[in-house]
């Protein structure tokens, strides 16, 4: 059984970085497509970040500049670094992995932006 873990989260300042990995642990092939959404409370799932197996990389405009996803394809591993960090942030994140044509999610991982 396939299963995503992330882990990273936790309680950081304005302006302060914080780095979340996601590792997918079970026999499965490399994921065609990698990606973090967020959720808010009272808010929908958002879209944060992807990076497929090629290495291209998509952001959400609320984050881009200050986010970096990148992921080890060996390892069906990636990360996401998140700089100047503000207190529109705070959310639950996902990790979610597609292998077509499954697609899985992680149980997420608490960010709280808060001085």
């Known amino acids: 059984q396939v299963q995503l873990v992330e882990s990273g989260g936790g309680l950081v300042q304005p302006g302060g970085s914080l780095r979340l990995s996601c590792a997918a642990s079970?026999?499965?092939?490399?994921?065609?497509?990698m990606a973090w959404f967020r959720q808010a409370p009272g808010k929908q799932r958002e879209f944060v970040a992807s990076?497929?197996?090629?290495?291209?990389?998509d952001y959400a405009d609320s984050v881009k500049g200050r986010f970096t996803i990148s992921r080890v394809s060996a390892k069906n591993a990636m990360s996401l670094q998140m700089d100047s960090l503000k207190p529109e942030d705070t959310a639950v994140y996902y990790c979610?992995?597609?292998?077509?044509?499954?697609?899985?999610w992680g149980q997420g991982t608490q960010v709280t932006v808060s001085s």
């Open positions: 979610k992995g597609v292998s077509h044509p499954y697609v899985y």
């Open positions: 079970g026999s499965i092939a490399s994921f065609a497509v």
């Open positions: 990076i497929i197996n090629g290495g291209s990389t």
